[in-house]
DNA sequence: CAGGTC
DNA sequence: CCTGG
């Protein structure tokens, strides 16, 4: 149960746009209804929810079942049809940021022929807008890793932790920063943190030790946040501009990885190619990426980094 | 080795 | 560095 305040505002009527029509379609215990996405809502759902930006997302044949907010959600898309269950439209629309002026911001951020050719391979990808706390622990857990390992932990966590969620009780919701007051480091070993695991522990001891925090957080400008956010231990320049960029809403973020590296070093900085990144070479990227591609280069980071073998390849 | 961090 | 894919 959530406290009156954590509603976050997309419940509030008058979200909806006059663009988009909602039927019930079936007649089980979960009703599916459908969204009819408008010309100008381009929503490439496969890219959205696989480019690895969230990490509780599973396609199962054609359709997409995560677990967001404590609910089970089935998203599915064909089309211009959006279909959902386990959740209501303005949620959908909030946290697919639907309401966002996908093509306008695209025109914005399209600046040469290589952020081109990284929009042209998946026009509709859009940057989610995901619960905090989540995407905070998600990213410690996303160091020195791959995907699927992030994802193994992540799903450890919630069922060590989470409350069975809202529409399906065998799967559980991603616990908050409270639920996990108590989690030691070994249990966080056992969910295979490996050396994250004291990082883990003593974030979450930060965050419950000051009931504000996630809240000032989302309320605080993008460098007040990000020293914020890096002040947490295990979570370094990377892991902060990626909770910028996907929890607070922040799109001029610019996270340098691995990927987002190699494709700077090929296409504009040359110099980047060779040695280890170092905080003030970091930095150097990243405001590179926010000076070629202005107040939105968080999306032109996600556009890149999902044509990464496009971009990548000699 | 893998979408870094201490 | 932990450790799994």
């Not at 677990?67 to 959908?92: A, K, M, N």
């Not at 600046?111 to 990213?139: K, M, T, W, Y």
């Not at 989690?183 to 504000?212: H, K, M, N, Q, W």
């Not at 000076?291 to 971009?311: E, P, S, W």
């Amino acid at each position: 149960m959530r406290p009156a305040c954590a509603e976050p505002s997309y419940s509030s009527a008058g979200s909806r746009t006059r663009c988009s029509s909602s039927c019930v379609s079936n007649g089980g215990t979960r009703t599916t209804e459908t969204i009819r996405l408008a010309e100008s809502e381009p929503l490439d759902l496969d890219a959205t929810l696989g480019c690895g930006q969230a990490f509780r997302w599973r396609r199962d044949g054609g359709r997409w079942e995560g677990v967001v907010d404590g609910r089970c959600i089935r998203l599915s898309q064909r089309g211009g049809l959006l279909h959902y269950s386990g959740s209501d439209e303005p949620f959908v629309r909030h946290y697919l940021a639907l309401d966002l002026d996908l093509d306008r911001l695209l025109a914005a951020i399209d600046r040469d022929p290589v952020i081109e050719a990284a929009i042209d391979r998946s026009r509709g990808l859009r940057v989610l807008r995901q619960p905090l706390f989540e995407c905070l622990l998600s990213f410690l857990c996303a160091t020195n890793t791959n995907i699927p390992a992030v994802q193994s932990r992540v799903e450890a966590i919630a069922g060590v932790w989470g409350e069975p969620a809202v529409g399906d009780e065998n799967v559980r919701a991603f616990p908050s920063s409270t639920a996990l007051r108590h989690a030691t480091e070994d249990d966080f070993r056992a969910c295979r943190l490996g050396y994250r695991a004291p990082y883990a522990r003593s974030a979450v001891t930060a965050i419950c030790s000051d009931p504000s925090w996630e809240g000032e957080l989302s309320a605080v400008p993008h460098d007040e946040a990000r020293a914020r956010l890096m002040a947490l231990p295990g979570i370094g320049p990377k892991a902060a501009d990626c909770i910028l960029l996907y929890a607070l809403g922040h799109l001029d973020a610019f996270p340098i990885d691995v990927w987002i590296r190699r494709i700077l070093a090929r296409h504009y900085l040359p110099d980047l190619d060779t040695g280890t990144l170092s905080p003030s070479r970091y930095e150097a990227a990243r405001s590179f990426g926010r000076d070629r591609f202005g107040a939105h280069a968080g999306y032109a980071q996600v556009y890149l980094f999902n044509a990464r073998d496009l971009l990548c390849r000699d």
